[in-house]
C-alpha cells in the first residue's frame, strides 16, 4: 500500500490533539493530526509539496503533498492576534518545496510571551481521502524524525477488505427522514469525538462520517442498510462504530413524516374544478390573498481581490453567521431550534471550508468561492432521485444565500405581506420562513419542496397550513386575488368560485368553533358525557413542555422524561440541577401533580459516564430501573432531587421497566435510605408484559400503574420500536396489547390503585375510547394535544365505550381494531 511519511516539520515535543487548548483542533473539526509543543524557531517542510497558502500574518501554512494530501500547520494558538510580529514566513503560495525545506521562522520567546500557547498544529484537512495509518509516539522530537503516515483511503480499504482487520457494523436506518441535515450533523459531531476514521457506506458509496455534506450526499433514506467502519486504534474503531451505530438506531428523536391532527376530522370538500393537486405538508385550512416571494440569485463577482483578503473575508463572515446561527439555537425551542444547529453544521463543515479555501487561493472571491463549494452538493442532492433527500438542499441553499449576503453586504429580502397572505414561493428556504410575520400568514404554497423539508417541519409546528410539490402552475397566480388552500385535502385553488369560498368558510368555521370549544373548556376537569372522571395530563420533556402542557389545560404532568437531563454529556448532573430541572417544571404546573420517572437510560441511550458495555440486545439489556439498581449513587442523588421540589409532595415518583416487585422494594429502600420513605407516592410504569400480567401483585406495593404502550407493544410483540422493517406492524391496538392493559387495570382494581397510559397510543385519538373503555382513568398524551383529548372524552358514553373495548378484545388484529374504532368515531 503507497504510503506518504510525514516528518518532523519542528524540534520540540509531539503530543496528542486532544492537548492542544483549542477546541477547533482538539476536537478535529479541521482534521486528524498530531501537535508539536516547539522548542526552536524554525518550521521545515515535512514532506516534498506545494505551498497553497500562507497566512498573510505568517503564523499558518497549508501544503499539498504530490499525492494530493493537504496539511496545515498552524504556528501556536491565536498567534493570528500578534498580526505577523514573530513570523518569518520563507516561501509564498504556490511555491514547490522540498522536505526539511524552511518554511517560516519565529520567533519562540515572544509566541510563549505573548500568545496563549506555542504548541502547533499539524493537521490533515482532506481526511475524506487520506488516513493516518502511523503516528508518533508522544516525547521529544527532532526535525526530520518520523511523524505521521499517510495512506489514501481507497488504498486502506483495500487493504482492509483482504485482511478484514477493521471495526464495522450494518445496521437499517431507522430515521424517518432517513439521514438528512439533522441527524448528519449529530453523526458528524459524533464521528469527530473519536480519535479513528469514521464513514459510513451504502453500497459502493462511502463518505467521511466527520463531514455533514458528505453524509447528506449518500441519499440515506429510512430502512436503507449502511455499514459503519472505523479505522485506528482496536479500542478507539469499536467505540467509534458503536457509538455512531447507537446514535443511528436510537439516539436521534425525529418527529413521524406525518403528525396525525388530534382534533377529530371535519369532512374535506371534494377537489373542486380548477385546483392545482399538492403534496400535505402541514394539514389546515386557509382563505386568503396570494402574495408571491420571489428569489433571485445574489449576484457575487467571481474574481478575488487577494487571497488573504479573500480568506479573511470569508472566515470571518462565515464566524459572524456561526455565532448567529448558534446564538439563535439557543434562543429557540423544538424543530426551529434543531434546524438552526443542522445549519451550523453545515456552515462548520471541513470538507465545505476546504473546497472554498482551495478556490480563494486560485483566485477566486470568497464568495464566488463558497457558492462553488456548497452549489454543487445541493445540486447532488436534488439530482439523487430521493426525494426527501432533494428536499435537504433548500438547507444549502440557504447557507449558501446567508454567507453571500454577509460577504456582499446585501440585505435580507423582505417583502410587505396583507393580513391573512397565502405566500406562493418557488422554494422558501429557512431561514426566510423563520423571518416571516406569521401573523399576517394564513397559509403556504410551494412550487417544489417536500413534505418533510425543514420549512414543511416549520409550518406544521406552528400550525401553518401548507402545500409543497405544487408545481409551476403556481406561476400564473397574480399577486392580492383571493385564493382557497385546502392543505390537508392536498390541493389549492387560484381562481375559487364564490360558492367555493362559502364552503370554504363555513367549513373554518366549523373547525374554528370545535378548536374553541376544546380551549375554552381546556382548564375544566374531564368527565365522560355519563361523569366517569378521566384524568388529562401531558408528557413533558422539560419545563417548556410543562407550560405548553398547562396553557393547554393540562391536569398535571403524568410523565417528566428526565433522561433528557442525563444525555449528551461527561457527567452525571448533581442534585442541585436536578433539582433546579425538576422544579422548574412543577412551577410551571403550578402545584399540579408532576409524575417524575426515574432515570431511564441505558444500553439503547447510553451515557458516557455509566459503564455499560456493548450488549447484542440493548432493549433486553440494562435499561430503566437495571441501570438505577446497579448505580445506587444515580439513583440516590435523582431521588433525593425530587424530595427537594417544592411544594413537598407535588412530584411523584415512578419506576420505568419494571419486571417484578423486588425492583419496586429496593426503590422503596432508596427513598427510605434518603429520608423520603414516608408521604412521596411511589408508582410503577407498567411497560413489560412480565409487569402486566403481575399488576395485581404489583399494585399491593405500588401507589398507581401507568403503562407505557410504547414499550408494552414492542415487548408484546418482539418487535424492536427502532427497527424499520417492522414498523408498520408496530401497533399498541394490538388485542394482545389490548388484553394487557386489561389485565393491568384489573390488577390494579383489586388494590384500589388507578391505572393510566403514559404511551403514545393516550394522544392517539382513535385509541382514546378503547383505552377509556378498558377503565384506564388517566391519560397523559403530547402537551400540545391536551385540549383536544379532553374535548374527545367528554363526548364518551362509558357503557358504549366499554361494548367498542370489548369488541376490539376480540379483533383478530390491529388493521381490524383501527377499522372498528374509525367506524366508532363517525
Ligand atoms: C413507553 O414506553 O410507552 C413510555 C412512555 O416510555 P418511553 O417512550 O420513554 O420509553
Ligand atoms: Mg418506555
Redesign the pocket.
Known sequence: MATISLTAPLEGWVSPLDEVVDAVFAERMLGDGLAIDPTGNVLVAPCDARVLVVQPSGHAITLETPEGAQLLIHLGIDTVALDGRGFEPLVAAGATVTRGQPLIRFDLDLIVREAQAAITPVIVTNGERFTIAGRAEAGAVAIGAPLLTLVAREAVAAEEAADGARASQTIVVPLPHGIHARPAARIAAEARRHRAAVTLSRGAVTANAASPVDLLALTVARGDTVTIAATGAEAEAEAAVSAVAALILHGIEEEPAAAAPVARPVAPIDVPAGALPGVTAAPGLAIGTAMRWRLADLAVVAAGQGVSAEQEAFESARGALLADLTDRAEAAAGSARAILEAHAAILDDPKLIAMTLMAITRGSSAAHAWRGAIRPQAEALQAGGDARLAERAADMLDLERQLIARLIGAEDETIALPDGAILLAEDLLPSQFMALDLDRVAGLAIERGGPTSHVSILAASRGLPALVALGTGLNAVRDGVQVVLDAGAGWFHPTPSPELVAAAEARLAVVAQRRAAARARAAEECRTADGTRIEVVA?CGSAEDARVAAANGAEGCG?L?TELLFLDRATAPDVAEQTAAYQAVADALAGRPVIVRLL?IGGDKPAPYLPIGPEENPALGLRGIRVGLAHPDILDDQLRAILAVRPAGQCRVMV?MVVGLDELRQVRAALDRVGGGDGVELGI?V?TPAAAVTAAQLAREADFLSI?????TQYTLAMDRGNAAVAGALDGLHPAVLRLIEQTVAGGARHARWTGV???LASDPLAVPILVGLGVTELSVAPAAVADIKALVRDLDMIRARDHARAALDCAGAAEVRQLAREFAR
Open positions: 408528557n410523565l422524561r431511564d420505568p410504569m411497560e407505557g404502550t410504547n414499550d408494552l403514559c404511551g403514545g
